[in-house]
């Protein structure tokens, strides 16, 4: 079993920034990719950003390009989002995941984060941008 326990959360205002951090621990891990995904009241899950543990591909939706950035800590299974340029619309329940393996079709981890299958999921941390 995996847990994943994020942190980093809270209230800001537009334009601020906030990092979010996420904390793998558990089983072994190996070729794996962690990611977030958000969730806005009275919205469906929306992908935010991912990013694989063997060569660091990341791959981030359009709505956060050139705002937030995902890193990752090897030694520490650990991933980070750095939001900045923080918008009211990213106001958000924001969730790590995390997804071991590939997948039907030979996909690879990021590649089914990407496609919304997980295998793992934290308890979310709340974002609030006031404007």
């Known amino acids: 079993q995996v847990q994943l326990v994020e942190s980093g959360g809270g209230l800001v205002q537009a334009g601020g920034s906030l990092r979010l951090s996420c904390a793998a621990s558990?089983?072994?891990?190996?070729?794996?990719?962690m990611g977030w995904f958000r969730q806005a009241p009275g919205k469906g899950r929306e992908f935010v950003a991912a990013?694989?543990?063997?060569?660091?591909?990341?791959y981030a939706a359009d709505s956060v390009k050139g705002r937030f950035t995902i890193s990752r800590d090897n030694a520490n299974n650990t991933v980070y989002m750095q939001m900045d340029s923080l918008k009211p619309d990213d106001t958000a329940v924001y969730y790590c995941?995390?997804?071991?393996?590939?997948?039907?079709?030979?996909?690879?981890?990021?590649?089914?984060?990407?496609?919304?299958?997980?295998?793992?999921w934290g308890q979310g941390t709340q974002v609030i941008v006031s404007s």
């Open positions: 995941a995390l997804t071991r393996g590939r997948g039907e079709g030979g996909l690879t981890p990021l590649e089914r984060l990407r496609k919304y299958e997980h295998d793992y």
């Open positions: 990013i694989s543990w063997s060569g660091g591909s990341t």
């Open positions: 558990g089983r072994a891990l190996n070729d794996f990719a």
